[in-house]
C-alpha cells in the first residue's frame, strides 16, 4: 500500500520560495501523476500541480507564474517549489496520487499534510 | 475553468437521519469524472465516491453517489456518528485546472 509524506520548512519569509519535497514509498512512482494540493486555514481545497513519473507537469494557472513541481525517481520523490510566498499561501499543503488512466485521476491516496505559514 | 458549487454549506442533522450534499458545476462535466472526499478535522481528505457513484475499497453502503451533467448528489443514507465531516466533490476531467468544491460541513445537530 502507498505512503506519502511531505517534509519541509513549517516557516518561510514572505517574498522568499517555500520548497517541500514528498517523499513516497510501498509502491513505484510509474504511470501515476504525483500532485500537490493546498488547503488554506478554515477553507476548501485548491490543486497546486501534478508531475509525472517521466517529468511532464501540469500547474493551475492561478499559480503557473510561481510554482515549479519536479520529480526524482530514483529517491521516490517529487518536490514542490513555490516562489515569492505571502501570507495567502499560508495553508496546509498535502501531496496525493492520481492514476495515468483518465477515468481515474482522482486522488486515492494523500500524504498527512504540512502546515506552512508565511510570516516574518 | 469548472467552478464546482456545493449547497448547503453547513447541514445539520441527527444520527440516523439521511443527509443529501448537493455539487453543482458551471458546465459538463462527464459522470466518469466527479469525486467525493471526506474530512475530519485535523486529517486529509479520504476518497469516498469516484465516477459519480463508484464508492471507494472500504467505504461503506450508506454512501451513495449520483448525478450527471452538472448536477451530482452524495447521499448518506444513515448518519453515523463517525460521519460529521466536512465532504468536498471534485472534478478530474480533461479540463484542468481540477477543481474543487468549497465544501459542506455535516454537524451533529
Known amino acids: 500500500q502507498v505512503q506519502l509524506q511531505e517534509s519541509g520548512p513549517g516557516l518561510v519569509k514572505p517574498s522568499e520560495t517555500l520548497s517541500l519535497i514528498c517523499t513516497v514509498s510501498g509502491e513505484s512512482m510509474d504511470n501515476y501523476y504525483w500532485n500537490w494540493i493546498r488547503q488554506s486555514p478554515g477553507k476548501g481545497l485548491e490543486w497546486i500541480g501534478y508531475?509525472?513519473?517521466?517529468?511532464?507537469?501540469h500547474y493551475n494557472p492561478s499559480l503557473t507564474s510561481r510554482v515549479t513541481i519536479s520529480v526524482d525517481t530514483s529517491k521516490s520523490q517529487f518536490s514542490l517549489s513555490l516562489a515569492s510566498v505571502s501570507a495567502a499561501d499560508t495553508a496546509v499543503y498535502y501531496c496525493a496520487r492520481a492514476s495515468f488512466e483518465p477515468t481515474l485521476r482522482f486522488f486515492d491516496s494523500w500524504g498527512q499534510g504540512t502546515l506552512v505559514t508565511v510570516s516574518s | 475553468e469548472i467552478v464546482l458549487t456545493q449547497s448547503p454549506g453547513t447541514l445539520s442533522l441527527s444520527p440516523g437521519e439521511r443527509a443529501t450534499l448537493s455539487c453543482r458545476a458551471s458546465q459538463s462535466v462527464g459522470s466518469l469524472y466527479l469525486a467525493w472526499y471526506q474530512q475530519k478535522f485535523g486529517q486529509s481528505p479520504r476518497l469516498l465516491i469516484y465516477g459519480t457513484s463508484s464508492r471507494a475499497t472500504g467505504i461503506p453502503d450508506r454512501f451513495t453517489g449520483s448525478g450527471s451533467g452538472t448536477d451530482f448528489t452524495l447521499t448518506i443514507s444513515r448518519l453515523e456518528p463517525e460521519d460529521f465531516a466536512v465532504y468536498y466533490c471534485?472534478?478530474?476531467?480533461?479540463?484542468?485546472?481540477?477543481?474543487f468544491g468549497q465544501g459542506t460541513k455535516v454537524e451533529i445537530k
Open positions: 508531475v509525472f513519473h517521466t517529468g511532464t507537469t
Open positions: 471534485h472534478h478530474y476531467s480533461r479540463s484542468l485546472p481540477w477543481t
